[in-house]
């Protein structure tokens, strides 16, 4: 599905709405560009999730961990990251093992991580504010 936003606003309540919906142990693939929306989006998954946090892009802790709901978000920035070996030896596993929602930023600089049941959203920047969010394979948000 094809969704459009026009504000970082709408971005993060059609993450909160998108994760309303998770199963515990969702992989979610965030592609994009600097700037169009994946941190907000994932700010909306974690209210969504009934996460009382705050969500910061984890660029140089590589990972943010947020719990207090039912389940735990654990928030990847894979941007400093030279591939999908460098992700397995943070522990990548142990999060999944965990039962929570997996969050992946720049996941395009892990090629392979993945086993192919993720959950891709792909953001793409269509003007100063607007934004075009696809999700593939995740729960239809209507």
Request: proline content about 4%; aromatic content about 10%; charged content about 25%.
């Amino acid at each position: 599905m094809i969704y459009t936003t026009h504000s970082e606003q709408e971005t993060e309540a059609l993450g909160a709405r998108f994760a309303e919906k998770l199963p515990a142990g969702a992989v979610v693939a965030l592609y994009g560009d600097l700037g169009c929306g994946k941190t907000a989006f994932v700010r909306g998954m974690a209210r969504g999730m009934g996460l009382d946090a705050t969500v910061t892009s984890p660029t140089f802790t590589i990972v943010n961990e947020y719990e207090g709901g039912e389940k735990p978000l654990f928030h990847f920035d894979m941007y400093r990251l030279a591939g999908a070996e460098e992700l397995f030896d943070i522990g990548w596993e142990d999060y999944l093992a965990r039962g929570g929602v997996c969050a992946v930023e720049w996941s395009e600089n892990v090629p392979g991580a993945f086993e192919g049941d993720e959950i891709v959203v792909r953001f793409e920047k269509t003007g100063d504010s607007e934004r075009e969010i696809t999700i593939e394979g995740g729960p239809e948000l209507c």
